[in-house]
Nanobody, 123 residues
Framework: QGQLVESGGGLVQAGGSLGLSCVASGRSFFRYAMGWFRQAPGKEREFVAKISGIGGVTNYAEPVKGRFTISRDNAKNTVYLQMNSLKPEDAAVYYC????????????????WGQGTQVTVSS
């Protein structure tokens, strides 16, 4: 399982950018899919983006397509989420997660989670 440590959250104005990082330890990072999720107050946790463990194939939730980019650096055991053109509705706690396999198809496939990092977007 290992450990996931997130960083990069903070306060940003609408239209601005913010980059999140997640450092993993304890297993063969390069083999497994990674994902980002978020949860706003009073709302369900929702999928944001994921990247596969082979080939780096990415998928995004519709609300963030064209604005967010997920990437990974296997040599550094790190996954990133670059967020551009931020909107107030993007404000949430963002969580990094690691899957059990090369490909993840649902939230249940992710078995390791970070502590979350707060992203606040002002109007």
């Amino acid at each position: 399982q290992g450990q996931l440590v997130e960083s990069g959250g903070g306060l940003v104005q609408a239209g601005g950018s913010l980059g999140l990082s997640c450092v993993a330890s304890g297993r063969s990072f390069f083999r497994y899919a990674m994902g980002w999720f978020r949860q706003a107050p009073g709302k369900e946790r929702e999928f944001v983006a994921k990247i596969s463990g082979i080939g780096g194939v990415t998928n995004y939730a519709e609300p963030v397509k064209g604005r967010f980019t997920i990437s990974r650096d296997n040599a550094k055991n790190t996954v990133y989420l670059q967020m551009n053109s931020l909107k107030p509705e993007d404000a949430a706690v963002y969580y990094c997660a690691a899957a059990r396999g090369v490909v993840a198809t649902s939230e249940a496939d992710f078995d390791s989670w970070g502590q979350g990092t707060q992203v606040t977007v002002s109007s």
